[in-house]
Nanobody
Framework: EVQVVESGGGLVQVGESLRLSCAAS????????IGWFRQAPGKEREGVSC????????YYADPVKGRFTISTDNTKNTVYLQMNSLKPEDTAIYYC???????????????????WGQGTQVTVSS
């Protein structure tokens, strides 16, 4: 059974950092992509960052480029999202998700993901 479980959310001040973790199981960790998505109150879910597990190609949404970094620890089947210089607009529930197939040019399209975690709240206070 495929499972992805997020952890690491919390309440931080503007400019601070958080690292989210996504522990994955039930599939070969080199196949195919894990993505981080977020949903703020009243807004649609949006792609934040993703990584193609075979090859390690990464993608970032424009609002987080230069501030967020996605990485993997293959020994732990875990994907991390390091979030620096956090802003109030980063406040959202963050989800990680897994897909075995990616058709889009990036891996940031939520509709391509079949397996989702329960989400972790990130709140950035000003």
């Amino acid at each position: 059974e495929v499972q992805v479980v997020e952890s690491g959310g919390g309440l931080v001040q503007v400019g601070e950092s958080l690292r989210l973790s996504c522990a994955a199981s039930g599939f070969r960790f080199d196949d195919y992509a894990i993505g981080w998505f977020r949903q703020a109150p009243g807004k649609e879910r949006e792609g934040v960052s993703c990584i193609r597990l075979s090859g390690g190609t990464t993608y970032y949404a424009d609002p987080v480029k230069g501030r967020f970094t996605i990485s993997t620890d293959n020994t732990k089947n875990t994907v991390y999202l390091q979030m620096n210089s956090l802003k109030p607009e980063d406040t959202a529930i963050y989800y990680c998700a897994y897909t075995a197939v990616v058709y889009a040019s990036t891996c940031l399209e939520a509709y391509e993901y079949d397996y989702w975690g329960q989400g972790t709240q990130v709140t950035v206070s000003s």
